[in-house]
T-cell receptor, first 110, second 115 residues
């Protein structure tokens, strides 16, 4: 089956850089996705890595190492609005649905 | 585009009652997913459809849960009878064939409370 591990909580201050790690075990790998969810809101897509390396989108970057079954989400120049839960996800064995990690709650303080 | 639309936004019911959650996916999307979110178990996949056909319902917790997709623009998740442990936020999500599983679009969710 699919399993993902990520820290439950991370705290940081405005302007800082934070890295949220994710390790996974899968039967069949199609890529690693990241989603953001604000309190009371719906998960929204942030990034997707199918190949090894770093993908950058503005202040957010995502990294993947398939040989290590590991990835991370890097958030730079943190803002208060970045306080949210962040989920990594992989496809199910059928290669279709997404299976999510338990999520990392990021708290940004001033 | 209006996005994925779910109703109701909140549902409070008593144990033993039937609950029906509704979802309208984004027009043109071929896949529809139902997820349940709780603090203890996180985001769990319940069932998903491709072109209105249920593909994998292995995540449906019990026979009390059923889901249908009678057409491309509508799906329901029914719980009968409901129990307090069913209390959770239920999300519907859709995606296109092209962006398969790389990008899901989630609805706002239904907060279900079973008393």
């Amino acid at each position: 089956g699919q399993s993902l591990e990520q820290p439950s909580e991370v705290t940081a201050v405005e302007g800082a850089i934070v890295q949220i790690n994710c390790t996974y075990q899968t039967s069949g790998f199609y890529g690693l996705s990241w989603y953001q969810q604000h309190d009371g809101g719906a998960p929204t897509f942030l990034s997707y890595n199918a190949l090894d390396g770093l993908e950058e989108t503005g202040r957010f970057s995502s990294f993947l190492s398939r040989s290590d079954s590991y990835g991370y989400l890097l958030l730079q120049e943190l803002q208060m609005k970045d306080s949210a839960s962040y989920f990594c996800a992989v496809r199910d064995p059928g290669g279709t649905a997404l299976i999510f990690g338990k999520g990392t709650t990021l708290s940004v303080s001033s | 585009d209006a996005g994925v639309i779910q109703s109701p936004r909140h549902e409070v019911t008593e144990m033993g009652q039937e609950v029906t959650l509704r979802c309208k996916p984004i027009s043109g999307h071929d896949y529809l997913f139902w997820y349940r979110q709780t603090m203890m178990r996180g985001l769990e996949l319940l069932i998903y459809f491709n072109n209105n056909v249920p593909i994998d319902d292995s995540g449906m917790p019990e026979d009390r849960f059923s889901a249908k997709m009678p057409n491309a623009s509508f799906s329901t998740l029914k719980i009968q009878p409901s129990e307090p442990r069913d209390s959770a936020v239920y999300f519907c999500a859709s995606s296109s064939e092209t962006g398969l599983s790389e990008k899901l679009f989630f609805g706002s969710g239904t907060q279900l409370s079973v008393l």
